[in-house]
Structures are given as C-alpha cells and as structure tokens.
C-alpha cells in the first residue's frame, strides 16, 4: 500500500463522517440540540439495512428510501415531545445544553439497550459490493467508494438547500441568531424541529452506507457521536462547509495513524486532533474570533 | 449581645452537637458493618460506599458548576489501573499516592485544555475521555509491554477495603459540607447559576472550575485505587466502564443535588436494583436506567430529596376540604362525564397532556 492509496482511503473514510458530522451539524448548530443519542439512530438504520438485506434481499440504496424517512420521523417526535419541553422551560442556552445532554444520554442508554435485547451484542456483517474497484490505478472496495459518492451527493444537496433557497436561508439565520432570526418573522420552533428531523435522515443515510464495508453492533454508536462531536467543534458550530472539511481531515487523519502506528486507537486520534484544534484555533479551524 | 441571640447561639451550638454525635454513632455503625453482616452484605456495602464517595465527589464539581461530567470512569479506571500497573514494583499505599497524582495531573490537564474555554467543549471532551484512554492502554499493554490485563494478588482483604472507603466516604461529605460554608463553594454556585455575573463580580471562573474538578477527580482516582485489590484480575476494559459514569450521574440526580445527603437516596435503590438486574437481564437494565434517568430529567428535577422535602412541607400543612369530602367526587365525576372533544386532534390532545404533565418553571422575574 503506497502513501497516496492510505491518504485516498482515508479520504473515503473521511466523506463519511462529514455526512455524519453534517447531520450532526444541523441539529447541534441549528436546533441547539446536544443529541447524544445522535449514533445510535446511525446504529438503528445499520441494524435495518442489514435485517432487509440478509431477510429480503433488499438492495441497502434501495432500502434508504425506507430508512431514511422513518428516521427523519422519528428525531421529529424526539424533539417535539421530548425536547421541546426542555427548550421550552430552559432560561439559559447554557442550561438547555446541560438538561438536553441528560435526556440524550439517557435515550442512548434506552435506545442501545433496547437494540442489544432485539439483536443480541453479536457483531454483524454482510457483504455488498465487496469487489475490487480499480481507480488511477489504486485498489478499493466497491462499496467504500459508492459510500463517498453518496455522502458527497448528499453533502452537496444539503450544501445547496441551506445557501441557494430561502429556506436555507432561514435554517442559517437561526444558526447565527436566533432570537434576531424569531424577530424577522422566522418560524424558529418549526425550522429547528425540521433541522432536527433533517440531521435525523442524515444520519440514518450514513448508517446505511456504514453498514455495508463495517461490521457493526449495538454499541457502535456513541463512537460516532464523539467522532461527530470533534468534527462539528473543528469544523465550527453551524458551518456545514467546515463539518465537511473537517470530517475528511479526521478520515485522512485516522487512515495515516492506522497506517503508522495501530488501527486502534482511532478514537485517540481524533481526541488529539480536537485537543490541537482547542488549543491553538478555539474557535475552530474558520472560525472567527468574536465578542 | 442580647438575650435572644444568645439564646439563639446556645440553641444552635446544642443542634450541632447532636447532629456531630448522630453522624459519628452512624459512622460507627457502618464501621462495624464487616463484623456484623453476611459476606454477600459486606459485597453489597462496598459497592453502595464506592458508589457514594463517587456520586457525592461528581456532585462536588457538577453539582455547583452545573457542568455535566461524564468523565468519572476515566478517573476511576486510572487509579483502579494505576495500582494494578504498580503494585508488583512498589508497596500498596505508595500506588495509592501515586494513583492520586496521576489522577489529580490528568485533571488539570483535561481542565485547563477545556474549562478555559467553555462549558460544552468540556463536556464532549469528558463524554470520550474514558473511551481514549482505554483504547491507549489496550494498545500499551499489547504492543509494549505483551500483557493483556494484571493480578493484583496483596493482603488487602474487603474488611479493609470497606473500611478504608468509609473513611474516604467521610472525608468527601465533609468537603463537600465545608464547601458550602466558604467563599470558594458561593463562588462556584455564582458560576453555575450565570457564569458572566461571576466574572463580573471578579471569581476568577477559570481557575475555580479547575480547582474543584482536580479535587473532585482525586477523590474518584482514590476511589478506584481502593477498589483495585477488590478484583484479582484487571484489564483495561474493565477498568474503564463507561457504565460506571452514566450510573454515578443519574445516582447523583435522582437522590438530587440541592442537598449533600441527597446521593444516598439515590445510591441505595440503583446498587440493589443492579444487584437485582445486572447478573441476570443485562440489557434490562440498560433499559430500564435510561428510562429512570428520563423520568427524573423530565420530572423530578430535584431528585428523590427534593420530592422528600415537598412531602415534608406538605405534612406539615393543615388539610383542606372547604366542601367537605364530597367535593372533591363531584369534581372527578364532572370530569368523567364531559364529552370528549378534540378541536387539535389527537396529536393536539396527547401535546396538551404532556405539557400539563411536564412541570413549569416559573419564568425570570
């Protein structure tokens, strides 16, 4: 394996974990909503691409169209019942965050304990587009680099909803300010449940595509919500072009460290990224100092 | 000084001395637990103290500054590990100092590197923490040192672990009863409460916070050092449990934090629950302490304590009938027999109950 072939997969990697990060994004930057349980909806849709795939041969792309729906309806009533109370009594932002981080942690405990019942601590794999694919004369998996591709048209339909419609248009207004956004007649309830929704259906679209070149189990999820976590603060709150910067350095990042040094200790890697980014640019790597 | 505030101080000093003599005849009490209960019930005590001294030392710092800390299995684990590490190389109280320091410099690094700058880096930064250094220790002990996992064999039998852990116990309620009598612990509420009121009226926030969570996370390092020669053999999977931070945060919240005594109301029932549950329904209870920890967010904001408190007020008040018991029958009847409307539909009507149901905060005057 040559440097550039590590460097290329660790970009794959890394568009992955921008689509969660951005997913991630939208309902952190947008509804303010400290989602903990945020992986474990990843780890649901994985658990539901294999189950279709493994029962009734439905192909794991094809079986978004279900997926990613149902999970965008499911973050829908999370934060309509159970978060919107909690903003609603909330006097600061800073306490919202701290009781919204203790309901989510609760709901991920419920949420994994509930998927370790139904499908049992097993991990789980099964094989879709495994073959070679050969690109600029490298070598990768088939399905890693349909995962990218879709991640990157996903990235990008987002990407164009939030700068080229008036709707997105609203959805950064509230990412800025939004008592400023509720005073120029946004409808800012309504766009944070739906920025909550969206990152939902994100996030149920990268666990899909997770589950077709990773094995999984019910406890994979709050791996990705830390990864998610370093990523959004890297990338800035609210920027989604950083989340997807950011994502692609934390892939390259991990790629090279499994390389060198040990695929284990990719958690460790992104922890060190997230300490050098707190330290030397707090405010995240575009971020801007402000008052 | 007048009569009655002599009276008053007279008054107050006998109250003080009671209660110092109650809580040592307790102590006592707990002391002699090892010569008094079954084995089984002396396992059960170290648990329900271990879980104590973490519940109330994690109350120390997110009690006052409101800051959520899922980090105590990181400090746990690093002085349960620390000691295991060491024990073949140096005497066991030295691997307790040592695993105090090692806890006390991990503290002030993770805080100086997140505390300084705001409250939510801080929290995701503690939510891995445990994760990282686990992960850096299996690949440690595979690939430098070939070990996967250490006996810690030493003559520290569970009557001494108990006991050193009641002692610890008493030392943590006592810093954190003299924390809310001084200048430090009103400084740390300020904090809480509005963290810009207090640099305003000069706390030096920064500082303050690092204060107590290095004090807060030796107290859990110490914990898990003493717990080390409890378990013959230690991995750093075990060690590092993420479960151990996830039970001490909803232990601390459902016996509530506005009291210091409130992390025995919550400790007792959860120990004896997972005693219950953990051997036999893992995954049950997983469930089931997520679904509790809900509850209590969503409900019962200020804990077992806090509902205690409010029954004891309520005790206390007169009853009142003003129609006599039939009043308040007629009432349900009347409520039974209206028709059923639902102008929002159904979706309208479970939202309304809800928020009937989910308590209001009286809004900032």
């Known amino acids: ?291 | 000084m007048s009569a009655s505030a002599e009276e008053e101080s007279r008054i107050r000093r006998r109250r003080a001395a009671t209660a110092t003599g109650a809580l040592a005849v307790l102590v006592a009490a707990l002391a002699a637990t090892p010569w008094l209960a079954s084995d089984y019930g002396l396992a059960l005590m170290v648990n329900v103290v271990c879980y104590l001294v973490l519940t109330v030392a994690w109350a120390l710092f997110s009690g006052t500054t409101r800051l959520v800390s899922l980090a105590t299995s990181a400090f746990f684990g690093v002085g349960m590990y620390t000691v295991a590490m060491l024990i073949k190389l140096l005497p066991l109280y030295a691997t307790f100092l040592v695993a105090i320091g090692v806890g006390a410099v991990l503290a002030l690094v993770v805080g100086v590197l997140t505390l300084r700058i705001s409250g939510m880096f801080f929290v995701i930064f503690s939510f891995g923490l445990s994760e990282m250094i686990r992960e850096l220790m299996v690949w440690w002990e595979i690939n430098q040192t070939h070990t996967m996992g250490r006996y810690v064999y030493v003559p520290f039998d569970t009557t001494m672990i108990y006991e050193h852990l009641l002692a610890l116990a008493v030392l943590v309620f006592l810093a954190g009863w003299l924390l809310r009598r001084s200048r430090f612990g009103l400084a740390l509420l300020v904090i809480g409460e509005d963290e810009t009121i207090a640099r305003q009226v000069g706390i030096n926030v920064a500082v303050s916070k690092v204060a107590i969570f290095v004090v807060s996370a030796m107290f859990m390092t110490l914990t898990g050092a003493l717990m080390a020669p409890r378990f013959s053999f230690i991995n750093p999977n075990f060690a590092f449990n993420p479960l151990v931070s996830f039970q001490v945060v909803i232990m601390a919240i459902l016996g509530g934090l506005q009291r210091l005594w409130g992390p025995v109301l919550g400790v007792i029932p959860l120990i004896i629950l997972s005693e219950e549950l953990q051997t036999e329904f893992p995954f049950w209870y997983s469930v089931f302490l997520g679904l509790v920890f809900m509850v209590i967010v969503y409900f019962l904001p200020r804990g077992l304590s806090g509902l205690l408190e409010d029954g004891w007020a309520r005790l206390g008040q007169p009853l009142e009938l003003p129609r006599g018991l039939t009043g308040p029958l007629l009432d349900a009847w009347a409520r039974l027999s209206r028709p059923i409307t639902l102008p929002r539909g159904i979706a309208g009507a479970i939202e309304d109950r809800w928020r009937r149901i989910m308590p209001r905060v009286p809004e900032k005057r």
């Not at chain 1, 040559?2 to 939208?26: M, P, R, T």
């Not at chain 1, 070598?139 to 008036?166: E, Q």
Request: charged fraction near 10%; proline fraction near 3%.
């Open chain 1, 1 to 291: 394996m040559s440097a550039a072939e590590v460097i290329l997969g660790g970009v794959i990697l890394g568009g992955l974990y921008a689509l969660v990060a951005i997913g991630f994004n939208l309902q952190f930057g947008m509804a303010r909503i400290v989602n903990l349980a945020y992986g474990e909806f990843l780890m649901a849709a994985a658990f539901a691409a294999f189950w279709m795939f493994t029962l009734f041969r439905i192909n794991p792309i094809a079986g978004m169209l279900l997926s990613v729906p149902v999970s965008f309806g499911a973050n829908w009533l999370v934060y309509r019942l159970l978060m919107t109370p909690l903003v609603r009594r909330a006097r600061t932002r800073q306490q919202l965050e701290g009781e919204t981080i203790l309901a989510t942690f609760g709901l991920l405990f419920v949420l994994r304990g509930a998927a370790t019942l139904g499908f049992t601590a097993n991990n789980r794999f099964y094989d879709y587009l495994g073959e070679p694919l050969h690109i600029f004369g490298y070598t990768f998996a088939a399905n890693r680099v349909l995962a990218f591709g879709l991640a990157c048209v996903f990235a990008a339909v987002i990407w164009l909803v939030l700068n080229h419609t008036r709707l997105g248009t609203a959805l950064r207004a509230l990412a800025i300010d939004p008592v400023g956004a509720e005073l120029v007649g946004i409808d800012v309830r309504g766009l944070c449940g739906l920025a909550f929704a969206s990152g939902g259906g994100l996030v149920a679209a990268a666990g899909t595509l997770v589950s077709t070149f990773l094995t999984f189990n019910p406890a994979i999820g709050i791996e990705f919500t830390m990864k998610a976590l370093v990523v959004v603060i890297m990338g800035g709150i609210g920027n989604i072009g950083g989340s997807l910067i950011a994502g692609v350095l934390l892939g390259v990042a991990e790629a090279l460290c499994s390389y060198f040094v040990d695929s284990g200790l990719t958690l460790a890697v992104a922890y060190a990224l997230f300490l050098i980014v707190l330290v030397v640019r707090p405010r995240g790597l575009f971020g801007t100092p402000s008052t």
